[in-house]
């Protein structure tokens, strides 16, 4: 496996308004992107360089391995993630959970490292694979418990 990039660093938060307000009003972030119906916000710095930082809010509905006040997932993009979960299956790889898709947005797989930290790969889709894969678990969470 080749990842192309580290492009999001998430976090898992208890109240995903009040950590928007003190990354976006404490820390100067620019909030990009704002879902409430996943639970999902994407910020960056002013000046739109480096890694964007996902916030996930916390949910019964969808747990994650990661909660409030843990480590940061990183998410590691690649062109194509059933080949790289393949890859990494020889490898010995941890999985948690099944590929999820966020439709018309991405497909993810979370996994853990060799020291228990938990990171996600993650491909970018595109309309026409979104159809491909329709047969895989489509995420229909109310609450984001994944990166985007």
């Known amino acids: 496996m080749h990842a192309k990039s580290i492009g999001l660093a ?4 208890k109240d995903i308004k009040k950590a928007v307000k003190f990354y976006t009003d404490v820390v ?6 704002m879902n409430e119906e996943f ?6 710095g002013r000046e739109g360089q ?3 930082l996902g916030i996930a809010q916390q949910s019964e509905e969808c747990p994650s391995p990661v909660n409030p006040g843990q480590n940061a997932v990183l ?3 690649v062109d194509n993630i059933d080949k790289a979960i393949k890859d990494m ?3 010995g790889a941890s999985f948690l959970g099944k590929v999820e898709v966020v439709p018309g947005h991405v497909k993810l797989q979370t996994m853990k490292d060799t ?3 938990v990171f996600q790969l993650v491909e970018v889709l595109s309309p026409v694979k979104q159809h491909k894969h ?9 609450s984001g418990c994944c990166s985007h």
């Open 89 to 91: 299956q020889k490898q």
């Open 28 to 33: 100067g972030l620019k909030l990009i992107e």
């Open 115 to 117: 020291e228990g930290n």
């Open 50 to 52: 480096g890694m964007r």
């Open 10 to 13: 998430w976090i898992v938060v």
């Open 39 to 44: 639970g999902w916000a994407e910020l960056e």
């Open 134 to 142: 329709e047969h895989e678990h489509e995420h229909k969470h109310k």
């Open 75 to 77: 998410t590691f993009t």
